[in-house]
């Protein structure tokens, strides 16, 4: 079974950046579609963004594009997520998802059903 570990959550201030890194275990995600999500308190699972098994193509959800950024190392089956200028609303529970079919733009609106999940880093942006 495949897993997906996610790392690099904290809590931090409004303007402040932070990396969030997602590992898989199992080398066969490398040629998988990867995608960032979260949840706030109180609220249900958004997409933020998603990345294609090569690394050649991105999507972002409008919340976050300009200020976030997906990439990969497939060598290391890793994920990150650059998250520069960061605000309050922000704040969530960041999960990294895999799906052997969906391309990024896809992930954006049919991201229910992805293979792998992990089980999440909390993220909080102070004000």
């Known amino acids: 079974q495949e897993q997906l570990v996610e790392s690099g959550g904290g809590l931090v201030q409004a303007g402040d950046a932070l990396k969030l890194s997602c590992t898989a275990s199992?080398?066969?995600?490398?040629?998988?579609?990867m995608g960032w999500f979260r949840q706030a308190p109180g609220k249900e699972r958004e997409f933020v963004a998603a990345i294609s098994w090569r690394g050649d193509s991105a999507y972002y959800a409008d919340s976050v594009k300009g200020r976030f950024t997906i990439t990969r190392v497939n060598a290391d089956i890793t994920v990150y997520l650059q998250m520069n200028s960061l605000k309050p609303e922000d704040t969530a529970v960041y999960y990294c998802a895999a799906d052997r079919w969906l391309p990024p733009s896809t992930v954006a609106t049919m991201w229910d059903g992805m293979d792998y999940w992990g089980k999440g880093t909390l993220v909080t942006v102070s004000s």
């Open positions: 199992g080398s066969t995600l490398s040629t998988y579609t």
